[in-house]
């Protein structure tokens, strides 16, 4: 009778980070579809888990077990290339064998680094003040609003790196691009849509006014007494013009603190569209053919897509406090 199939490198991962939190044998093998004397076998040596299943094939080794935790501790949330690892480590091996070695770890993957602003101990505190005040909030009567670029030649900032599972993700500051592209502003309240409007690049307070009359004055007609309007702190959303404007529409304003995207729904919304818009590597040969796509795949959201998002604001909260105001999975 053969051996049970190995546990692949993401079930191992799943089966670590399973581990450090208590789970029992049987939650970990139910985690990843795997019998619990294979979870048993991988967790009495993870270190030798493929060392065990391969010794006894396939040439020697070229790199000592010493040297392959120095591999693993260099490349541990680092975005160092295999090339960089290796010309660092003096290794006389391939790039391959780096990989490996790091694949073999079970703890660290290729991952996207992240975006977000550097928060400061204030940013915080203002959001943890932010969710205090608002979590019995209900959140199906606010409407979400952001702007976003989209370029032709595909999404901002792909850059990846080295992640250990077992760490804190790393994080690289936003950054303005240039080339051919357009810039869109949306919003939507539970389950309904504003209409998409194309914005300039460099819009000022008195064309977002004009924008936003366009676009969120009529939905508020009646519901000025229910309903709340969210904009994050750009210079044109908190100009003293801006606020007389919505206040002279009665429009309520809901304070968003800063520095806080991963609070914002239609944050996610944008990610949805990216991958839809850009999918398998498309790119766009004129602005004008990106529009019509952009425009396409908002009309394409479905109601229950933007009630599922709003139901995580909840989620959202929570987390905030958990991390003592620090940014979120979101």
């Known amino acids: ?31 990843v579809k795997k019998s619990r004397s294979a979870i048993r076998r991988y967790l009495d040596d993870p270190v030798n888990y493929w060392k065990k299943v391969d010794c ?53 993957v290729s991952q996207k680094m992240k975006k977000a602003p550097r928060m400061t101990a204030d ?28 370029n032709l030649d595909g999404p901002d900032g792909n850059r990846h790196y080295w992640r250990d599972l077992r760490k804190d993700p790393l994080l690289f500051s936003r950054r303005n691009f240039g080339g051919g592209s357009l ?53 044109i959303h908190r100009s003293i013009s801006t606020q007389n404007s919505l206040k002279a529409q009665k429009i309520k304003v809901l304070e968003w603190p800063a520095i806080s995207p991963d609070l914002n729904p239609i944050e996610n919304l944008w990610g949805l569209m990216v991958r839809r818009v850009y999918r398998h590597g498309r790119q766009y040969n004129t602005v004008q053919e990106l529009k019509d796509a952009v ?27 958990q991390k003592n105001g620090g940014e979120t999975s979101y």
């Open 1 to 31: 009778m053969g051996r049970a199939p190995r546990l692949s490198l993401a079930q191992q991962a799943q089966v670590n980070l399973a581990h450090q939190m208590g789970c029992s044998l049987r939650a970990m093998a139910r985690l």
């Open 56 to 108: 006894a094939r396939g040439r020697p080794r070229k790199l000592t077990t010493r040297d392959e935790r120095t591999v693993i501790r260099t490349a541990s949330n680092s975005p160092k290339s295999l090339n960089d690892i290796r010309g660092q480590l003096k290794l006389d091996v391939s790039k391959t064998t780096i990989f490996n070695i790091i694949q073999r770890s079970g703890t660290i």
């Open 123 to 150: 940013h915080k505190a203002k959001r943890l003040d932010f969710v205090k005040a608002n979590l019995s909030r209900k959140w199906d009567t606010v409407l979400f609003s952001d702007e976003k670029k989209w």
């Open 183 to 235: 810039m869109v502003w949306g919003g939507f309240c539970n389950g309904k849509k504003m209409k998409l409007q194309f914005v300039s690049t460099r819009e000022t307070s008195a064309s977002y006014q004009s924008t936003l009359q366009k676009a969120i004055v009529p939905f508020f007609r009646n519901k000025r007494r229910t309903h709340t309007f969210q904009q994050d702190n750009a210079s």
């Open 295 to 321: 425009e396409a795949e908002w009309d394409a959201i479905t109601a229950a897509e933007l009630k599922t998002l709003v139901a995580s604001m909840p989620n959202r909260m929570f987390e905030v406090i």
